[in-house]
């Protein structure tokens, strides 16, 4: 059986850093993948750039979506993700420090499954990892997968 993903994108290491700790806090031995700006989450999502020759059968099991991102923002990815066959199912939640209204609207607009603000307390963080964990990696049951 392959291995289990989560696709993490984020471009600020100090967010990163605390999503992998909480992450490994709440026992979610996922493969974490990271991308630090849209195009290379979307280089890792559909094989190419520096991912060119990446299997494409093995998608991430949630991808955890930033919208604030360097080259592609994160509105463009989850526009992207959607418009692909091989892609569109996955589910996908922003994880943002936006509570802009309209964030919020274009994410669930473009599909998101789900839109939430990251907490600034690290307790609090854990805690909202703990939840996200729980829901999307043991409780959801996932798509089927789109084979190329």
């Known amino acids: 059986m392959a291995e289990r993903n989560i696709?993490?994108?984020?471009?600020?290491?100090?967010?990163?850093?605390?999503?992998?700790?909480?992450?490994?806090?709440?026992r979610i031995g996922h493969e974490i993948t990271v991308a630090r700006d849209g195009a290379e989450a979307l280089d890792f999502l559909f094989a190419t750039g520096s991912h060119a020759g990446r299997?494409?059968?093995?998608?991430?099991?949630v991808i955890l979506l930033d919208l604030k991102?360097?080259?592609?923002?994160?509105?463009?990815v989850l526009r992207q993700i959607r418009a692909d066959t091989r892609t569109m199912l996955l589910p996908v939640v922003i994880l943002t420090s936006s509570d802009e209204e309209s964030d919020k609207a274009r994410g669930y607009n473009l599909g998101a499954n789900s839109y939430i603000r990251k907490p600034v307390d690290f307790a609090q963080f854990v805690e909202t990892t703990r939840q996200l964990g729980l829901y999307w990696l043991v409780l959801n049951e996932a798509p089927p997968t789109n084979k190329p």
């Open 7 to 26: 696709l993490l994108v984020e471009d600020n290491p100090d967010h990163e850093l605390l999503a992998r700790r909480a992450l490994r806090r709440n």
């Open 55 to 61: 299997d494409l059968r093995r998608m991430p099991e």
């Open 69 to 76: 991102l360097p080259k592609v923002d994160g509105l463009e």
